[in-house]
């Protein structure tokens, strides 16, 4: 009986479709870190931001939002992020990842720096 049950348990695990955790896209096709998203391209916190947003400094990178430059940001907001802590960005483009709210800066992709 015993022997019958495991038989069973394994054909339905097998028949359940296997779902994995997979980061949404960029709008050119390449996919953010799954640590950094969270949601959909409807509705994640990743998203790709103004070059306007970003200012290169001796320190890191300014990263100046305001209202419209990322889909949770609804305040103006000035992140000082280290150069170290950028991500390489897939589309050459500027891209935030902001996640628990939009107070907190999770993910920064910058495009490489030219010599």
């Not at 296997?18 to 960029?26: E, G, L, T």
């Not at 950094?36 to 931001?49: K, Y």
Request: glycine share 8%; net charge negative.
């Amino acid at each position: 009986m015993r022997s019958i049950l495991v038989v069973v348990m394994i054909a339905f695990a097998s028949c359940v479709p296997v779902s994995r955790a997979v980061a949404h896209d960029a709008p050119s096709g390449w996919s953010y870190e799954p640590y950094c998203c969270n949601g959909d391209n409807e509705t994640g916190d990743c998203q790709m931001i103004p070059p306007k947003s970003v200012t290169i400094t001796p320190n890191g990178y300014r990263v100046t939002l305001l209202p419209g430059d990322h889909r949770l940001v609804t305040r103006a907001h000035v992140f000082l992020l280290p150069m170290g802590r950028a991500m390489k960005s897939g589309d050459g483009e500027y891209h935030l990842c902001l996640f628990p709210n939009e107070d907190t800066p999770r993910c920064f992709y910058a495009p490489e720096m030219g010599y």
